[in-house]
Each structure stands twice: as C-alpha cells, then as structure tokens.
C-alpha cells in the first residue's frame, strides 16, 4: 500500500519514523512518500520536503512567512493528488495538517487517519468539527483523550504512548552494556541535577538564567544541561559564562538516568524525566506572567500545563509559571525536592500512577496493525 505521511517538526519526525518502520513490519510492500525529517528519511521512502523548511511558530513568524507556508500547502495538495496515496496520516502540527486533511477529504475522497491528536482539550475545542469532517481515525497517546473525545461523540484509539516506547528501547539497550556516561562527560562525585530548559532558542533564553542561578545555591549537586539538537554549544556559553556547567547533546536520557533531580520546562521533558522517575521542578517562564496567569485559569480548559498532572488528574509536581515563575519558587521547590523524603516519596508514586495510566510500550506497534488492517477492510 502507498502511504503519504505529514510531520512539521522534529518530534513529528522521530515520531513518524517509527510509525513508518513498524508498518513495514505489517505491509511488507509499503510504500511511503512524506513531509517530514531525516529519521523518516532513513527508514525509506521519498521526502517531499523537510520539516525545517515548514517550522514556523508563532503569530509574527507565520504572518512573516506566509507566501512560503501557502506554496508548501499547495506543494503538498499537489503531492498526494498526483500520489493518490491509500491513505493520508498527519501527525499532530494542526494548523497545517487540519487544512490538508479538507483538501483530501472533499477534493480527493482519500481516507485520512490522524497520529497523535492537538491538543484540543487545552484550547480551541472548536477544532472537533473538523475532525469530525475530515478525519476517518484518531489515534490518541495520552489516555485521558479517550473519554474527552468520547464526550464529544468522536470516537478515538489509545493506542500507548511513543515516550514510553523510547524510554523502554534505550534501557534496552543500555542493558547491554558498560555504563560510562559519567566517565565520558567527566562529572564528579556529586549527584547530578538536569537543567532541561527547552528546545527553542527563545525557551532557553527566558528559562536557562533562572535555572543556572537556582542551581548555583545548591553547590552540593553538579547542573548538567541537556542541549537541545540543531543548537550549537555556542549559544549556551553566553548564558553560562565561567560557571563550571557541563553541557551534553544528545544525551538526554542518559543524563536523566543519572540524575537526582531536575528542573524542567513544560512539555515532553516532564513526561519523560517522570519515566525516569527523577523528582523534577516544572518552572516556564512566560511574559506577562500575571496576565498569562490569568488567561491560562479563565480561558483555558484545563488545570495543568505539564504531562504528568495531566496524565495523573491531580497535581504530582509542581507548575510555577506564569506569575508562579521565580527564583525564590523554584529555589524553594528545588530544596523540598532534594531534601525533603516524604516530599520525593510522594512524587515519585505519582509517577508510577502515571506510568500504570500509560501502560505497556508498543504505540507504534499498534497503530502500524490498525491502520494497516483498517485499511485490508
């Protein structure tokens, strides 16, 4: 079967590749042609365009960039109309995928499945009418989505969670073998506390002062920053000056299985340092906090911004942004983190809440044998 995939960002992109590999697996004569990254390039297929060439966030930069964002549109149309592919998968990135699914669905008649929802259930719920036009399958990775999608009359699949997947690959793995992470990065003694301050260059300009001067009052723990991929070493040394802080690309996940605890910015970080289990601090910094607070509590539909309330239903960690980002907050949650037992305990049988919620590893595995067989029938 031919399959024409749609991923506008990195985590799209490493998200799509191993749905593509696993429907290998299914359809032995799969054939894929897509818009997404280098790791859906590697598994095989024709990239139509690369997802850095699509990535525009924000008011400002898509209202500066919209020539270029209305040509990749009508590129792409142009693709799976001359493709006709068996089916269209989008994978989250809703601005650009929701509009293509309308061109598909009532210029093209072709199914459209959808990999990892938009988060609706924050904000602009409205958006279900479109699902309910234009997309045939949901396939959900956050378990509460069921019942939220269910109380709108749209029906969805859960089919697990692609960050427990890679988590459990890369313990896999490291069963295998030495652990010299410590060696290779030359850390000393003291227990390790990660500073994971985003991905974006403007995420980690509010955030990585605030963090680097909280982890400055606990000398007794070594700050060790994740950096984030495309971003050089570089652009990091101008925030850390002289103060002795190991930066680690690509490392992520070994730095959090030697960590003690962390601090770290919303967003699939909280979720993965709570697979690791490392008692964390979410802190975002948001302009206009006061304000920022109070649209979040009045227009928002949800109470939590981090993965792990949100999975969990109740507050595990701490959220402290908006006008709860500060450092006396974080300096003061950091010192129950690190020093309180009780306080970790608690934390951290939370996370194996959340981990239960979860389940077993497989999401790729599983959407790859429903899409496919959906598709046989």
């Known amino acids: 079967m031919k399959y024409f995939l749609i991923a506008g960002e990195a985590s799209g992109d490493l998200h799509a590749s191993n749905l593509m590999a696993a429907l290998k697996k299914q359809d032995a004569e799969a054939d894929f042609r897509f818009l997404g990254g ?40 142009e693709e799976i109309r001359q493709y006709r592919p068996d089916v269209v998968i989008l994978i989250d990135y809703p601005g650009f995928n929701l509009k293509i699914a309308k061109y598909v669905k009532t210029q093209l008649g072709l199914p459209v499945y959808y990999y990892i929802s938009p988060k609706i259930w924050a904000w602009k719920q409205y958006r279900i009418k479109d699902f309910r036009r234009y997309v045939d399958r949901m396939f959900c990775i956050l378990p509460f989505e069921v019942e939220f999608f269910r109380n709108l009359d749209y029906p969805v699949d859960y089919v697990g969670n692609p960050s427990v997947d890679s988590v459990a690959c890369y313990r896999e793995k490291q069963a295998a073998g030495p652990d010299t992470f410590r060696e290779d990065e030359q850390l000393d003694e003291r227990p390790v506390l990660a500073l994971l301050a ?19 009052a606990y000398p007794g723990h070594q700050p060790v920053i994740a950096g984030a991929p495309g971003l050089e070493p570089e652009y990091y040394r ?56 109070f649209i979040f509590r009045h227009f928002f539909h949800t109470k939590y911004i981090s993965l792990v309330n949100l999975i969990a239903g109740r507050e595990v960690v701490q959220e402290l942004f908006g006008v709860r980002f500060s450092y006396d907050q974080i300096h003061d949650e950091l010192g129950r983190v690190l020093n309180d037992h009780a306080y970790r305990r608690r934390m951290l049988d939370g996370y194996d809440e959340m981990i239960r919620l979860l389940g077993k590893p497989g999401a790729s595995r599983r959407t790859a044998e429903l899409i496919y067989q959906s598709l046989k029938h």
């Open 238 to 293: 101008q925030y850390i000056g002289d103060a002795d802080v190991k930066i680690v690309f690509g490392k992520t996940y070994p730095l959090l299985s030697h960590s003690d605890a962390a601090l770290v910015t919303s967003g699939t970080a909280t979720l993965e340092t709570s697979l690791f289990r490392v008692p964390q601090v979410v802190c975002y910094y948001v302009a206009a906090g006061r304000l920022a607070s």
């Open 198 to 216: 985003g991905s974006r260059r403007q995420e980690i300009k509010d955030n990585l002062p605030t963090m680097l001067k909280v982890a400055a």
């Open 38 to 77: 280098d790791l859906m390039q590697a598994v095989g297929g024709t990239l139509v365009k690369h997802y850095r060439d699509m990535a525009f966030m924000g008011f400002i930069p898509v209202l500066l960039n919209l020539r270029t964002i209305l040509n990749n549109m009508k590129a792409c149309q």
